[in-house]
C-alpha cells in the first residue's frame, strides 16, 4: 500500500521560498516517479514538476521556470520541491503523487497514490 505524507507548507510573504518534502512509503519498485501538483481555489488541479524522466508537464505553467525546482533523495524516498521568491499567485494546495513501474511522468490522472496536501498561502 502506497502511501505519500507531504510536509512544509505554510504562509510565506512574497520574496521568501519554501521546500516541500514528499515523503513516499509501499512503493516496491525501484522505478517511480514523484509528481507534483497544485490546486488553487476554483481551478483544476496542474502539473508543476516530476522527479522522473521529463521534469516539466506539458501544462506546467511558466511562471515557474527558474524558480520552482524538484530533487529527490533514493535513500529516503523522499522528494522535494523548492520554491523560490513565492508570489501570492503561487497560494494553492499542493500534491505530490506516485507513478510506480516505470520513471515517466504521466498526466494526472495516470498516478497510483495521491498525498493529502499541503497548503501555501503567500501574502504580505
Known amino acids: 500500500h502506497v502511501q505519500l505524507v507531504e510536509s512544509g507548507g505554510g504562509l510565506v510573504q512574497p520574496g521568501e521560498s519554501l521546500r516541500l518534502s514528499c515523503a513516499a512509503s509501499?512503493?516496491?519498485?525501484?522505478?517511480?516517479?514523484i509528481g507534483w501538483f497544485l490546486q488553487a481555489p476554483g481551478k483544476e488541479r496542474e502539473g508543476l514538476l516530476c522527479s522522473g524522466k521529463t521534469r516539466y508537464y506539458s501544462d506546467s505553467p511558466e511562471s515557474i521556470y527558474g524558480r520552482f525546482t524538484v530533487s529527490r533523495d533514493n535513500s529516503k524516498t523522499t522528494v522535494y520541491l523548492q520554491m523560490n521568491n513565492l508570489k501570492p499567485e503561487d497560494t494553492a494546495v499542493y500534491y505530490c503523487?506516485?507513478?510506480?513501474?516505470?520513471?515517466?511522468?504521466?498526466?494526472?490522472?495516470?498516478?497510483?497514490?495521491w498525498g493529502q496536501g499541503t497548503q501555501v498561502t503567500v501574502s504580505s
Open positions: 503523487a506516485a507513478h510506480w513501474g516505470s520513471q515517466a511522468c504521466p498526466t494526472k490522472y495516470n498516478y497510483g497514490a
Open positions: 509501499g512503493i516496491s519498485s525501484d522505478y517511480y516517479a
